[in-house]
């Protein structure tokens, strides 16, 4: 396991010397949703990111992602999708200037315009086609079903084939014909654990209730991660793409309920009894190479009670470190940030009978009320909520950047700096999709 409390340090790391130091086809897990592949002695790197910063510095990755210059030295950078813990513009810059390519797949307008707005140059991979990238290399990718975000791909040389994952749940709708297509899978990274912000941040729910609620969802993705495992039928199977831990509070429910790379390997030997030797502690630092025909994976086996306490200790230095302290200011709501909110809202053509409610901490007195009826939006000071209404408590920071658009309420989610209300207390994909995609 590798770790570093000061992301801006770079600290070697050993095991990279190990796998470097060898000329087989094999992986290095960089951390999170980042490895190192090696094939017919070309490297590419997926999804690395220098930026820990994402989402106002809310998260940390444990254990950390190895931050050892040696990982850049590639002959092609793959980027997943547009989430900041997976996508480092400036990182992608310096690549630009090495020259060396820069590839995603295609399809995907909103990350497409990102890259256009930040001129940064890629090359685009076609959908559900296999391309050679290098001689004797190729790739095959497909997306979400249903997202305009999440993407998967793999990439082999006929010795060894990699699925990357990162945190793309996609369907056997998807899975089966992509199977068919690509044949045999060496060493597939499935993801298994999706931090959500229901049902840890919402108001309206029992004790009780959010942690049955957020044990159903753990095992929920857990079944998604091994379902993905049993259509690609891989011969090593590493958690991935749940290495983000909230740095607000080491003991909240949101960090206690999300299941671990250890707890995911735990619950596929009870699950996926037939494959239960396939799936891998690998972290952080861990490697896998083929020689052959014999893939030799290199890592620490770690028990749940082990990580668990590394996790909280490693949270805690690191919050002291960062000297982490919660921000209280007030924000004046002037008609201009009004207007904002209005020009954002506007785009939306999803008329719906529903208010969306925001307001900071400190002047909860305050709400601001955007009507989705008619995308109208003003100043409510009722204590009570309307009917058919989401209430949005936000952190003082975050409310005052979002209402400055200095960052979306897409950022403002990511950074689980708030609590919620929904009044009845039911989930709606439309409302979500609106408050997510338009303010």
Known sequence: MYLNYNDNIRKKSITLSDFLDNDDDGVFYIGHASILVRLNKKKFI?????NTNFYNNSWLFFPSQVNDERIYNVDGVFVSHIHGDHYDPKLLINFQKRGIPIYILDGRQGFNKDLERKKIIVKKIPVNKKIEIEKGIWVYGCLHEYNDIDSSLLISNNNLSIYHGNDNFITQKTLIPFKKKVGKIDIACIPFAFIHYYPYLLNSIKKKDNKVEGSRLENLFMNYGIKQAKILNPKVIIPFGSNLFHLDDPNSSMNKAVATPVDFVNYAKKYH?????????????????????KISC???????????????????KKRNLLKFKKIRKKTNLSSKYLSIISKKISKNKNK????????????????????LCNNKVTISKNKTLPFNSHYFIVQDNEFNQWVKNKITFEEVLGTRRFRYERYPNKYDVKVNSIYTNFL
Request: hydrophobic content about 30%; overall charge positive; charged content about 25%.
């Open 46 to 50: 997926f999804d690395a990111i220098k």
């Open 273 to 293: 009894k037939n494959s239960k030797n396939n799936y891998k502690t690998m972290l952080s630092g861990s490697f896998a190479l083929k020689n052959n025909d």
């Open 352 to 371: 719906i009978n529903h208010k969306i409610l925001i307001s900071n901490e400190s002047q909860n007195d305050n709400k601001i009320c955007i009507n």
């Open 298 to 316: 290199y890592y620490e086996k770690i028990s749940s009670q082990k990580f668990n306490k590394q996790l909280k200790l490693f949270t805690i």
